[in-house]
């Protein structure tokens, strides 16, 4: 099997001003550290911040200038997500870029996390591409992990490492990496959950192997996260089990069950009594204070930490 390796990248990032350009400067040193990367992925939302005012057209310019970085450095690139201004909706959309520099697909994510999305559209298409010689990635974005069906859905149609760019900088954090370790572990693949730092998020990425266990976890510092991974665990693990144990996907493919309550037009009194889906009035108003949050916390004095180290090899 061929060797191939992913970095994360876990950076600050602004909701004020873009962060293109700290993103290619970022990417340029990643690959003078570590010229043998073969995959480099960013965190949601990254490029301009989490506020739909900053929506762009895709394709755009802010495409077609990843496109050049991952054509100059020859490597496979997810340059974490923008929103996307589309036929009158907005989309918190993804690229996924090869090494010649040519977008092979794109996922915009399913479900918007509200408060912070409201505006924007869900998705509907799921995401999976081939890496020739490697195997079979799917994308996720964020919020999508919290719908376990979302990630079962691209393991069903042969994800064999799943990128999930995110922006988090809320208490659920702690949630979210049990989550991530989780859908590692059912679903019997690698799983890439990237976050940023400042208004891109509470940093804390998480990289988890196809049994569940972390290869590695970041701090909440700016880091570089390079990890090769070995697809034959994946495989093994779908073939003998999780720790030659438990066999999800096989239990799953071979379930005695229909999951027929999720067939259109079925009733579902439970959900339905729930009330609806709590979105907030204030649109503009959250925004702009997000903004003057984020302009107060930059003129304070502040000692940043950045980490280039590799991480400790995980025997997984």
């Not at 005695?256 to 009330?275: C, M, N, Q, R």
Request: some cysteine; proline content about 8%.
């Amino acid at each position: 099997m061929k060797p191939f390796s992913i970095a994360g990248i876990q950076m600050r990032t602004s909701s004020a001003v873009p962060n293109v350009e700290a993103m290619k400067t970022k990417l340029d040193l990643l690959m003078a550290i570590y010229p043998w990367v073969d995959m480099v992925m960013f965190s949601e939302l990254c490029a301009f911040g989490p506020h739909i005012v900053h929506a762009q057209s895709v394709p755009g310019e802010f495409e077609q200038e990843m496109c050049a970085m991952a054509a100059k450095h020859g490597i496979w690139l997810l340059p974490g997500s923008i929103f996307e201004k589309r036929e009158g909706h907005i989309y918190n959309t993804a690229s996924v870029i090869d090494p010649e520099g040519s977008v092979v697909t794109r996922y915009r994510k399913m479900f918007p996390f509200y408060p912070y999305e409201v505006g924007v559209t869900g998705g509907n298409e799921f995401c999976v591409f081939d890496i020739p010689d490697v195997g079979r990635f799917g994308v996720s974005i964020c919020y999508d992990m919290w719908i376990p069906e979302t990630t079962r859905t691209l393991a069903v149609m042969g994800a064999e490492v799943i990128l999930h760019p995110t922006l988090t900088g809320t208490i659920d954090r702690e949630i979210e990496l049990s989550i991530a370790r989780a859908s590692a572990a059912t679903n019997q693949c690698y799983f890439f959950d990237i976050n940023g730092l400042d208004a891109g998020g509470s940093g804390r990425s998480i990289v988890c192997g196809p049994e569940g266990r972390v290869i590695y976890q970041a701090d909440v510092n700016e880091e570089f996260i390079p990890i090769e991974i070995n697809l034959e665990k994946v495989r093994r693990s779908r073939e003998l089990g999780v720790l030659r144990l438990g066999q999800p996907l096989k239990s799953f493919r071979d379930r005695p069950v229909d999951f027929g309550i999720y067939a259109p037009g079925v009733k579902h009194p439970h959900l339905e009594s729930l009330g609806p889906l709590i979105k907030p009035q204030r649109v503009q108003e959250l925004t702009e204070l997000e903004v003057k949050d984020e302009t107060r916390a930059h003129e304070l004095p502040k000692h940043i930490i950045s980490a280039y180290r590799p991480p400790t090899e995980n025997p997984e």
